[in-house]
């Protein structure tokens, strides 16, 4: 298990750095100074110019400014937003949550929903409900998720007007914004009614979140049906069978836990296509989230903030799938066991 942690520290480290590389390579190639794309301060004179270019170091070496560049991220000199003059570290820091709870939600969806369906279809492989729901759920992913947002909007929102267009809370409500998390904020806020801005923050949720969760149900529901069938041809479940156990027995002692091992891997694929997805519906609904954020800023030209931005959401998912792909290693030693006798 150490070696296991060992590696993927290393790993994860590696990733960071050549993350932060290219973060830093991209002040010299987007269009404006380098000075500029790094700060988000722009220069008034040749004398705050030359201060500025002495303090970042960028007139040294490429890897001393680098490394000046690795102490500024973590020591929180992040820069400044070219447009709004904020630091970014504020700024993505109040984004980002919007966007995790968001693909949270979700994900939740995808897990509750996808799974027991998929688990119903391997069962009932090449029958009349397994056709039905395989060729629905190919359908669902086949459909962009701009076009489904979209859709529901038109449906839900502008037809029969039963669900909110867009934002994540009716500007009535006055939640000061305390961890990021909507409905934690709302159990922390005074003088508010918890029970109405909790049903109007639920309202605002359902539209994005079912966006977002109809592709990734749609692609679980396929893995987890060919993860069923291929269990239930192993020859172990014959011979469960010969023994006599019941249906149920079977499942639930063989076939479950060995059918969703092969799963969690390709659910780490799944979540990093979920928070992209996610980025995508935050511009049509509105929602304060960092992939919303982002789409002003290349807009607007904020190179700084693309450049953080870029750096925020890709160490985001490369921290979810290597804990993912931790987990399903610690859980499944077996795993780790076959590939070091493979390799």
């Not at 050549?18 to 991209?26: E, G, K, P, V």
């Not at 939600?105 to 279809?121: L, T």
Request: aromatic share 12%; net charge neutral; with cysteine.
């Amino acid at each position: 298990m150490i070696n296991i942690l060992l590696r993927y520290t290393i790993l994860f480290v590696l990733t960071l750095l050549a993350l932060s590389a290219l973060s830093f390579t991209l002040i010299y190639l987007f269009p404006a100074e380098p000075i500029i794309n790094l700060t988000g301060i722009t220069p008034q004179n040749s004398i705050q110019h030359d201060a500025l270019v002495r303090q970042y170091r960028l007139d040294s070496a490429y890897l001393i400014q680098f490394w000046h560049y690795l102490e500024q991220l973590f020591s929180g000199n992040w820069g400044y937003s070219l447009i709004s003059g904020q630091p970014l570290k504020e700024e993505v820091l109040t984004a980002l949550p919007a966007t995790v709870e968001l693909s949270t939600y979700a994900m939740m969806i995808v897990i509750m929903v996808g799974i027991p369906i998929g688990c119903y279809s391997g069962l009932r492989a090449y029958t009349n409900a397994d056709f039905t729901i395989n060729s629905l759920s190919v359908t669902v992913y086949s459909v962009p998720v701009f076009w489904l947002a979209v859709l529901f909007i038109l449906t839900f929102s502008l037809q029969f007007g039963w669900l909110p267009l867009s934002g994540r809370l009716n500007l009535l409500f006055d939640i000061p914004s305390q961890t990021g998390f909507l409905f934690i904020d709302i159990l922390l806020a005074d003088d508010v009614d918890t029970s109405l801005a909790m049903r109007d923050a639920f309202l605002h949720l359902i539209l994005p979140t079912l966006s977002i969760a109809c592709i990734s149900t749609a692609a679980i529901i396929r893995i987890t049906r060919r993860s069923i069938i291929d269990v239930l041809n192993k020859p172990y479940i014959t011979a469960a069978k010969a023994r006599g156990l019941s249906n149920r027995q079977i499942f639930f002692r063989h076939v479950l836990r060995n059918a969703l091992l092969p799963i969690l891997p390709l659910m780490a694929m799944q979540i990093t296509t979920l928070i992209t997805n996610a980025m995508i519906v935050e511009t049509l609904f509105s929602w304060p989230g960092i992939g919303n954020w982002l789409i002003q800023a290349i807009y607007q030209r904020d190179y700084s903030a693309l450049r953080i931005g870029m750096l925020a959401v890709s160490t985001l998912v490369v921290i979810i799938t290597i804990s993912i792909d931790l987990f399903n290693r610690l859980i499944d030693p077996s795993r780790e066991k076959f590939e070091s006798v493979t390799i």
